[in-house]
């Protein structure tokens, strides 16, 4: 039983080492977060897999969603009011893995 234990400590551990994305001060003088295009962008608590070319974000275990029109990533950055607007779009798409991303 105390292999549980140990085992639960070291994923939770794991998971609090996530590298947080950088952020940058963007010509409006405003924080903004850069999109890693290579894999997870992560900030704060939360990792996206947020595609620019596509317009498509994915929380893990979550079916791919569009971004919505009035979120600009075409310069590789988002806000931080915008990455938490995607990561509610990615839980709403719900569903398994990518199941339903195979078209």
Known sequence: MRVFYWLGAVVLLAACD?????????????????INTAGLTC???????????ARSVRMMGNRT??????????????????FRRL????????????RGDRG
């Open 18 to 34: 996530v590298p947080q994305a950088p952020v940058v001060t963007g010509p409006d003088g405003q924080a903004r977060i850069q």
């Open 65 to 82: 969603a569009g971004i919505p029109r009035d979120i600009d990533v075409s310069d590789g950055t988002v806000t931080p009011a915008e």
């Open 87 to 98: 990561g509610e779009v990615a839980m709403l798409a719900g569903g398994m893995g990518s």
């Open 43 to 53: 900030y704060q608590t939360r990792c996206l897999d947020i595609n620019p070319a």
